[in-house]
């Protein structure tokens, strides 16, 4: 087992060893994340490997994506666990660049998508996905991928990050990764580190209702009343839902009555904790 992965830190190193494979014929598939690996980073690894030569995994936990009220001094950080577990997945290269090299002085430049945004998380996160458009736009540019690859837990972010990328003729393919769960359902996620021994336990619900708003969706049920019995039993168990809407899986746009396919957005907050999922309209299981 490799547990060892090169670790390049400025975007010439990076270009240097992108340029080399290239030279050889070699394709590329790129995995941003902001560290604290897990088992979904580590599928889509595994994934990016299967469709790729070679694996470039990136580290940097982006301020630019945080709000002043968020927790990026707290988010979990500890590189030589994340590049061990990287390399453990098949990565071939670990771009970790510092604050300084993404953002040097005077960086002024955001990247803004629109209407995609707009809502779920855009609603409660404000300059979120700003922040998210404009580093993933810097990191395809500075890695060249032919394809870049992203968790479906983050499913606005992969609708907008495609939006990115096709607005802007940036020659990536971008690939959504499915969500990788605990035993119990529960969607892994770096803050899932932050519920209590209590929250854990009710965490999985989270799963569990949406699912059962889709099984009645996918049975005829109209939107709405699928919707508010699950949003009722989330706050009966705790959860202080933020934002739980069913959206066209490709544009986003809101759904009403009764529908054929769709996905079902979920933010709720256990405690501190602010959890999301997803899931498709037909449910898979
Ligand atoms: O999903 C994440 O981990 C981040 O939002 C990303 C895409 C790496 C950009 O910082």
Request: with cysteine; charged share 20%; proline share 5%.
């Amino acid at each position: 087992m490799t547990t060892e992965i090169e670790t390049v830190r400025t975007v010439a190193d990076l270009r240097a060893r992108v340029s080399a494979w290239r030279a050889r014929g070699g394709s590329l598939a790129m995995v941003p994340t902001m560290g604290a690996i897990h088992e979904g980073h580590m599928s889509l690894v595994r994934q990016a490997k299967g469709l790729a030569g070679h694996v470039v995994a990136s580290i940097f936990v982006n301020p630019l994506q945080f709000g002043p009220s968020e927790d990026f001094e707290a988010y979990p950080r500890g590189e030589a666990r994340d590049a061990a577990l990287l390399a453990e997945a098949g990565a071939d290269l670990l771009f970790a660049p510092g604050a300084g090299e993404m953002y040097p002085e005077g960086f002024a430049t955001t990247v803004h998508v629109a209407d995609i945004t707009e809502g779920l998380c855009g609603a409660s996160r404000p300059d979120h996905f700003d922040g998210v458009a404009t580093v993933v736009a810097k990191l395809l540019l500075q890695c060249g991928p032919d394809v870049a690859i992203f968790g479906e837990k983050d499913y606005q972010q992969l609708l907008v990050i495609k939006r990115l990328v096709r607005d802007l003729n940036i020659p990536v393919k971008i690939v959504g990764g499915a969500i990788v769960r605990e035993p119990d359902g529960l969607a892994l996620s770096s803050r899932n580190a932050y519920l209590s021994a209590e929250e854990r336990e009710t965490a999985p619900l989270l799963y569990a209702t949406i699912q059962q708003a889709a099984h009645a969706l996918a049975a005829g049920h109209a939107t709405e009343h699928a919707l508010e019995s699950a949003r009722a039993a989330l706050e009966a168990a705790g959860f202080r839902v933020d934002y739980l809407e069913a959206r066209d899986p490709e544009t986003l746009a809101r759904l009403s009555g009764s529908v054929a396919t769709a996905r079902i957005l979920v933010a709720a907050f256990l405690g501190k904790t602010r959890l999301i999922d997803n899931v498709p309209v037909p449910p898979r299981a």
